[in-house]
């Protein structure tokens, strides 16, 4: 993995800068990375079955982080690290397909080639001792698990699979538990793999409502193999049901999509090029651009800038990252 840092403002250059090679603790592709609500850690889910979890050290610009200002020296070449490795999670029997943090960092969800999602408990004390265990193993899927999503503004847990449905699994707060016998499965609106899905930001649904602000995420849209993509809705009695296929020029699979604060969704796939859809004043979500062969290849990975909500980073089969300025 590598670590880049954009370049300072009101600098001459817009080239990132490669500021630390994260390596030595995966022996096969890593195919899903998550930052840690706090940006101070940050999880990495591989093809060898493992999830590894790294610390920050130090801030880009050389300052040690809080929690490391201690008085125990340590070796002059291990401070020249920016991130340490925290601890390595196992279990998994076959490869994790994607890592993700709750909401509020106290949890993190990865899922794997083995038909299950596994549920860590990554609370202050677990952290402390590096020692952080699994809480739960989600069974249900008769397939892969392509990616687990947290719901924002809760603890429960959406999946999408290589069986062609999309499952939420809701938390038992009292219990700190997912009860397998709670998990829903969604009506099956693909007709191959779902490959990934993403949440309506609570800001993007509040600016958007004239009722009261919800505290949870009452949308999402979710993208497959069969080249659609679906936007779903949460109803009175808590069941979440199809409301729309998004019309799109997607003519090969979607692999990948992101929702921003603004209220922009983009998705992007095989096809190689980027489409990016916002709701009109009707309230329907209909596509506002593309960019045709925004890379060379297959697109694997797309992500707003939580922060800065009209800055998209892509991913590509053809070896390159790119950021994008949307206007």
């Known amino acids: 993995m590598r670590l880049w840092?954009?370049?300072?403002?009101?600098?001459?250059?817009?080239?990132w800068n490669c500021i630390a090679i994260l390596e030595g603790t995966q022996t096969r592709t890593i195919r899903?990375?998550?930052?840690?609500?706090?940006?101070?850690?940050?999880?990495?889910?591989?093809?060898?079955?493992?999830?590894?979890?790294?610390?920050?050290?130090?801030?880009?610009?050389?300052?040690?982080?809080?929690?490391?200002?201690h008085d125990n020296e340590e070796d002059d070449d291990e401070d020249n690290e920016i991130m340490s490795i925290l601890c390595?999670?196992?279990?998994?029997?076959?490869?994790?397909?994607?890592?993700?943090?709750?909401?509020?960092?106290?949890?993190?969800?990865?899922?794997?080639?083995?038909?299950?999602?596994?549920?860590?408990?990554c609370d202050e004390e677990s952290l402390l001792v590096a020692d952080i265990e699994c809480m739960a193993v989600l069974v249900g899927h008769s397939q892969d698990v392509k990616c687990a999503k947290w719901i924002p503004g809760t603890h429960d847990l959406c999946t999408a699979s290589y069986d062609n449905t999309v499952r939420v699994w809701p938390c038992d707060e009292d219990e700190e538990d997912w009860p397998l016998e709670d998990h829903k499965t969604m009506a099956n609106e693909h007709s191959s793999t779902v490959w990934s899905v993403a949440f309506e930001p609570i800001s993007s649904s509040t600016s958007s409502s004239t009722s009261t602000s919800p505290t949870s995420s009452q949308r999402f849209v979710s993208c497959g193999d069969d080249a659609k993509l679906v936007l779903w809705s949460k109803g009175k009695e808590n069941e979440w049901s199809k409301t729309c296929e998004i019309g799109?020029?997607?003519?090969?699979?979607?692999?990948?999509?992101?929702?921003?604060?603004?209220?922009?969704i983009a998705s992007a796939g095989g096809d190689d090029q980027i489409c990016v859809y916002r709701q009109n004043s009707k309230g329907d979500i209909v596509l506002e651009s593309n960019i045709p062969s925004a890379h060379l290849s297959d697109?694997?990975?797309?992500?707003?800038?939580?922060?800065?909500?009209?800055?998209?980073v892509s991913a590509g089969d053809d070896y390159m990252v790119k950021i994008w300025e949307y206007r």
């Not at 840092?5 to 080239?15: E, H």
């Not at 279990?91 to 549920?119: F, I, Q």
């Not at 799109?248 to 922009?264: C, Q």
């Open 299 to 312: 697109i694997n990975g797309i992500e707003w800038n939580p922060t800065n909500p009209t800055e998209l």
């Open 5 to 15: 840092q954009r370049p300072t403002p009101g600098s001459s250059s817009n080239s």
């Open 248 to 264: 799109t020029p997607h003519d090969r699979p979607i692999y990948t999509v992101s929702w921003s604060a603004m209220g922009l």
């Open 32 to 69: 899903s990375v998550a930052w840690s609500p706090d940006g101070t850690m940050l999880a990495a889910a591989s093809f060898d079955a493992t999830t590894a979890v790294w610390k920050l050290k130090k801030t880009p610009n050389n300052q040690m982080s809080d929690d490391n200002d």
């Open 88 to 121: 390595i999670l196992e279990g998994h029997e076959h490869e994790v397909k994607s890592v993700a943090w709750s909401p509020d960092g106290k949890y993190l969800a990865t899922s794997s080639r083995d038909k299950t999602a596994w549920v860590w408990d």
